[in-house]
């Protein structure tokens, strides 16, 4: 998933992760089936870009933000459906975050980390 098109600031609680995927025509690669998972992180590119400088560090290739990122875990309800028939079930985690960066954009986002004793 591309950041920029992952980001936006009005999601709330009730975050609508149908309306946003079938819009989006996110599906798994190469084919029209529903992603099993599919994560937005809450903030605006803005506040993600300073990951790929002085708010992130070093992780496994990419970047790892130093403070935490609200995130929305979408999950699929109905397996084996195909768009734009996708059904899922929203939750909202607090998490660091890893993305990929070229020439100091965010570009990519890899996931969200759960950070224990750090």
Do not use: W
Not at 3 to 29: E, M, N, Y
Not at 38 to 59: H, M, S
Not at 64 to 86: E, I, M, W, Y
């Amino acid at each position: 998933m591309h950041i920029k098109g992952a980001l936006d600031t009005s999601l709330t609680r009730h975050f609508q992760c149908d309306a946003v995927i079938t819009s989006r025509q996110i599906s798994q690669t190469g084919s029209n089936l529903c992603k099993e998972t599919n994560t937005f992180i809450r903030a605006t590119v803005g506040l993600v870009k300073p990951v790929c400088e002085r708010a992130g560090e070093p992780y496994r290739g990419m970047r790892r933000s130093l403070q935490p990122f609200d995130v929305v875990v979408c999950t699929l309800k109905n397996q084996g459906a195909r768009l734009p028939h996708c059904q899922y079930r929203g939750a909202i985690r607090t998490r660091r975050i890893a993305i990929q960066c070229e020439q100091g954009l965010p570009v990519h986002y890899d996931g969200d980390v759960v950070v224990i004793n750090d």
